[in-house]
């Protein structure tokens, strides 16, 4: 999370805003461009990209995810195996991405791939999760246990708007290749959770639904 703050605000420091994310020379100068990739040159923009994001409402729906789902996640696979699962997860979304788009010039920026591979670990380990939220409403407040699940299609209904919306990234192009980056990202999680998890751990908190985490 803070990794990801710390180079969002890098990012906008020479170009681009606040709200709209880094410039287009930025991106192209730091994002995953599949034909300079597919050409082999520039490979170590698959790092840098995984730390970047296209604006501050995906900056903030990945930080608010990781927020909620990352700790429960890093506790079932231990804080050696977590960041190994993290990158593998961002890897996959641009390597898929990659691969559908080989000649594309747009640069892809990784941020939200690593979080989707959480969420899938999360989704597997923890289908019947509820996380305790604080519902406002003018004159009234409550707290409401709102399933897991609901909460992580409403991040991925997030990053669909985004990128139709062309707010995903500098260029508002090539959002369809991003997205099914990051669908392979998800499934990438479903697969792996359980090698990169404990099997004690799992075994320990199958008895017990995970900590909740109130936002």
Known sequence: MLADVIAYVLSIRHGGSFLGGPSKHVAERYGAI??????GRRWQTIFEALVLHGGFVQLLANVVALAIFGPNVEDATGRLRFPAFYLLGGLSALGLGVLLAPNSTVPLLGGSGATAAVLGGY?????????LSLSLVPFFA???????????GVWWAVQLWLGAAGLADPFAGDWGVAYAGLVGALLLGLLLIRPFASAARISAKGHRPPPQPVY
């Open 34 to 39: 599949g034909f300079e990739l597919s050409h």
């Open 142 to 152: 409550t707290v409401l246990a709102v399933p897991a699940v609901l909460l992580i």
């Open 123 to 131: 989704v597997l380990l923890y289908p019947r999760a509820h996380v």
